[in-house]
């Protein structure tokens, strides 16, 4: 397993966010679902524009092994979307914390971190599932 990064926050469905510097955040799903889902062959992103609620459904991954849907970790509206992923998904695969982002969000509200897991939590919660 890769070392998670330190500066994300985590969400119980192993999606990842990272606060930018002009407020808004970068989601996409972690190392750990990248890996279970296997190569993945398709990715559908949502619309730049479109409004998402936290917990909503906002992004579809697709593998040779099943499709998994991409939750908003936040509330809020998509700013950008990783257009490289349409032609290349396995981008997820080898960088998940990288160039294999899935969208751009700006917040609805306040960030609450409280909703959200530190690297540390994320761990245990990972150390949890494989046991």
Same mark, same amino acid.
Request: no cysteine.
């Given at each position: ?47 730049? %524009?479109?409004? !998402? ?5 906002? *992004?579809?991954? +697709? /593998?040779?092994?099943?499709?998994? #849907?991409? =939750? ?27 160039? %294999?982002?899935? !969208? ?5 509200? *306040?960030?609450? +971190? /409280?909703?959200?897991?530190?690297? #540390?939590? =994320? ?9």
């Amino acid at each position: 397993m890769s070392e998670l990064p330190g500066d994300l926050l985590y969400t119980n469905d192993h999606e990842w966010l990272r606060r930018e510097s002009d407020g808004s955040v970068t989601v996409g799903i972690t190392d750990h679902a990248a890996t279970a889902l296997g190569d993945l062959v398709y990715v559908e992103l949502p619309e730049v %524009g479109q409004d !998402v609620d936290a917990g909503g459904e906002m *992004a579809v991954v +697709e /593998s040779v092994k099943a499709a998994s #849907d991409v =939750y908003a970790p936040v509330a809020g509206s998509v700013a950008a979307v990783n257009d490289d992923l349409s032609d290349d998904p396995e981008k997820i695969n080898a960088d998940p914390y990288g160039d %294999g982002w899935i !969208v751009r969000m700006t917040l609805a509200d *306040a960030l609450d +971190e /409280s909703e959200l897991m530190t690297p #540390d939590e =994320y761990q245990q919660l990972l150390d949890e599932l494989d046991d």
